[in-house]
C-alpha cells in the first residue's frame, strides 16, 4: 500500500464568481495548507475571444453535462470564474485501500484533505473582500448575483378530470449595473491581488487588523444598501484606526468625537467637517436609529480607504483596479406537466 508521492486534485465551485483579469488565465498560485504544499490553479483561455474557457491545465471534466468552467468578456479582458483546481502533493495519506485499485474505485479516505483544501478556499475568499473588494463569503453573497429563491406564484386550471399546463410568474428584480468606479465597486483581482490572496490564505493564524474588519463589513452592507449599519461600522472603524495611531489620554476611554478633534489637532488626515458630515450622522444611526444619506455613507467609505492605505497599507485594496463586471444570474423554473 503505497503512501508517499500522491498528487491530489480537486475542483471546487465558488459560491460567488471570482472576477480576475484575462492575465490571470492558467495561472497557478502557491498554497500551504496543513497536509503539505500545493496549487491553486485557474481555468485556461480558449482558442476563442468569447465563449467558455479551458479546465485547468492537468484537469479532466468528470462529466460533460458539468457546462462552461467560466465565461470570458472580450470587451473588458475580465474572467468571471465559478470554479478552481486545486493540487496538493502529499506525503503520506491515510489511503483506505491499495493504490493500484484507484482506477476502480472513488479516493476513500481523504476527508480530511477535503476539509483543510475548504477552510484554505474560505479565507482565499475572506482576502479576496479585503484585497479586491469583492462579495464572494458563502453567508454574505454578492447582490448582484441573482440567485434568489423562486418567490414566483405557480397556477393551474383543473375541471372534469383535466388539468392545464402549470404556469409560473416571477417577481421584478431591479439589476443596478455600475459604470463608474465608487467605494461600493467590486474590483478586479488583478495577478498581483490574486498572489497577495494566496499568500495570506496560506497563514491560518494570519487576520487583519480590527479596522480593515470592520471597514469590509461595512463596504458589504452598503453594498446591500444597508446605510445605517454601514455608517455605524465606519464609525467604530474609525475609533479602532484612531485608537491605533493616538496616544491613549490619562482617562483611557474616548468618545468619537473628542477623539477625532485631538486627531485633527495632532495632524492626523481628517476632514475639518468630520463632526457634522461623519461623527453627528454616525451617533444619529447608532443612537436614535436615524438612516444616513448615501451620501454621508460613500464619503465616510472614501475616508476609511483613505486611512486603511496610510496606517494598514499591507491590508489595502491596490486604488488602480479597474471596475468589476459581475454576471447577472436568475434562477430557472422547472415545472413537469401534470399527467403521466
Known amino acids: 500500500m503505497n503512501r508517499t508521492g500522491l498528487l491530489v486534485r480537486a475542483i471546487v465551485p465558488l459560491t460567488a464568481d471570482l472576477i480576475v483579469d484575462a492575465s490571470a488565465a492558467g495561472s497557478r498560485l502557491a498554497m500551504i495548507t496543513a497536509h503539505g504544499a500545493g496549487q491553486l490553479v485557474m481555468p485556461c483561455l480558449g482558442a476563442e475571444d468569447f465563449g467558455p ?50 482506477g476502480n474505485a472513488y479516493a476513500r479516505g481523504l476527508d480530511p484533505v477535503e476539509e483543510d483544501l475548504l477552510q484554505w478556499l474560505r479565507r482565499l475568499q475572506e482576502w479576496g473582500q479585503i484585497l479586491a473588494r469583492q462579495s464572494l463569503s458563502p453567508l454574505e453573497p454578492s447582490p448582484k448575483t441573482l440567485s434568489a429563491a423562486s418567490s414566483g406564484l405557480i397556477l393551474w386550471v383543473e375541471t372534469s378530470g383535466r388539468a392545464s399546463w402549470p404556469g409560473t410568474s416571477q417577481l421584478a428584480v431591479d439589476v443596478v449595473v455600475e459604470t463608474a468606479i465608487s467605494p461600493l465597486s467590486e474590483r478586479v483581482a488583478d495577478t498581483a491581488t490574486l498572489t ?8 491560518p493564524n494570519m487576520s487583519p487588523p480590527p479596522a480593515v474588519n470592520l471597514l469590509a463589513a461595512a463596504r458589504r452592507a452598503a453594498q446591500r444598501g444597508q446605510w445605517r449599519l454601514a ?3 465606519l464609525g467604530t472603524a474609525l475609533e479602532a484606526v484612531l485608537t491605533s495611531v493616538l496616544q491613549p489620554t490619562a482617562r483611557g476611554f474616548e468618545t468619537l468625537s473628542p477623539m477625532t478633534s485631538r486627531a485633527i489637532r495632532e495632524g492626523i488626515a481628517l476632514p475639518a467637517d468630520i463632526d457634522t458630515a461623519f461623527v453627528k450622522p454616525r451617533n444619529a444611526a ?37 471596475l468589476a463586471h459581475r454576471v447577472q444570474r436568475h434562477d430557472l423554473h422547472i415545472v413537469r406537466p401534470p399527467g403521466p
Open 53 to 102: 474557457l479551458a479546465a485547468p491545465e492537468g484537469f479532466a471534466r468528470v462529466s460533460h453535462d458539468w457546462g462552461t468552467w467560466t465565461s470570458r468578456s472580450g470587451s473588458t479582458g475580465q474572467l468571471a470564474v465559478p470554479t478552481v483546481g486545486f493540487e496538493l502533493t502529499l506525503e503520506s495519506a491515510a489511503l483506505t485501500f491499495p493504490v493500484n485499485e484507484l
Open 231 to 233: 455608517l455605524m461600522e
Open 286 to 322: 447608532v443612537h436614535h436609529g436615524a438612516t444616513p444619506s448615501v451620501a454621508t455613507v460613500i464619503q465616510a467609505l472614501d475616508l476609511l480607504d483613505a486611512l486603511i492605505a496610510t496606517y494598514h497599507a499591507d491590508y489595502a485594496a491596490d486604488p488602480s483596479l479597474p
Open 196 to 203: 497577495r490572496m494566496a499568500a495570506y490564505a496560506n497563514n
